[in-house]
């Protein structure tokens, strides 16, 4: 079998940081011998998302089986889940901010059981929603649960109560126009309209200022995206929330923002 040396663009904090959560777990279960002490199993799980690497290179360049190797990952995704923010407690700071901006992508999936559920007729492809909500340079701040790429950007977003926390907050939000009718704080552009062809000057100039600021939400989205485990995930559809998640707080250790 061929090898071959390879990288992951992460700092040793984000290993050393998923390796102490891996490590307190194994402590608290009183966990047996294993394969892989922390830090490997660390560097397995950051491969796999960060790298998009599958189960079976893993498993041949870390000397494990492949089961082992899908049961090291899922545990440290478990892991990472579980201490991530819920929108309540990123709120706290979300208002803090001078303003936000909100805006949905889909995550493409190919394991589908129930196809229509999460069948998006905007992508014309099935995956699952993911809302997100950036700060004014475009950083990522949190990212939502997983619903059904079926759902409209503006209903996922009521689901998860983002709009009502950001209006309860007085936080100005920016979003496009599938965010129509949130009403709030939450601005959206002009749209044009079957009794209204044609918008104004201003309308036109508003909608210009509107997109270039809603434009850095795009970073925080190819933020996201930058994990290539999100590029097409290869398991169930109900995992993506525990991902997204597992993500989001490597992302912020990694940034060293909102940490510990």
Request: proline share 4%; hydrophobic share 40%; charged share 25%.
């Amino acid at each position: 079998m061929l090898s071959y040396p390879s990288t992951i663009s992460l700092s040793s904090r984000t290993l050393n940081h998923l390796s102490d959560l891996i490590r307190q777990h194994r402590t608290q279960h009183r966990s047996r011998w294993r394969r892989l002490d922390p830090g490997r199993q660390a560097l397995l799980a950051l491969a796999h998302l960060r790298n998009g690497d599958t189960y079976t290179r893993l498993a041949a360049g870390f000397a494990v089986g492949v089961a082992t190797a899908w049961r090291y990952v899922q545990e440290a995704i478990a892991l990472l889940a579980a201490v991530a923010e819920d929108l309540a407690t990123a709120m706290r700071r979300i208002r803090q901010l001078a303003y936000a901006i909100l805006d949905g992508t889909l995550i493409p999936i190919d394991r589908v059981a129930d196809q229509k559920p999460y069948y998006s007729g905007k992508h014309k492809r099935h995956g699952v929603n993911v809302q997100v909500i950036a700060d004014a340079a475009g950083r990522l701040v949190w990212a939502s649960p997983a619903l059904p790429g079926s759902a409209h950007d503006l209903t996922a977003a009521r689901i998860h109560g983002i709009i009502d926390a950001l209006t309860s907050a007085e936080v100005m939000t920016f979003a496009d126009k599938g965010y129509q009718g949130a009403r709030g704080g939450v601005r959206t552009p002009f749209k044009r309209r079957r009794f209204r062809p044609k918008l104004s000057r201003r309308q036109k100039t508003v909608n210009r200022a509107h997109a270039k600021i809603r434009a850095r939400g795009e970073r925080a989205i190819a933020t996201l995206k930058t994990w290539k485990i999100l590029a097409k995930p290869r398991c169930c559809p109900r995992r993506a929330t525990a991902i997204v998640q597992a993500i989001l707080v490597l992302h912020h250790v990694e940034a060293n923002r909102y940490a510990g």
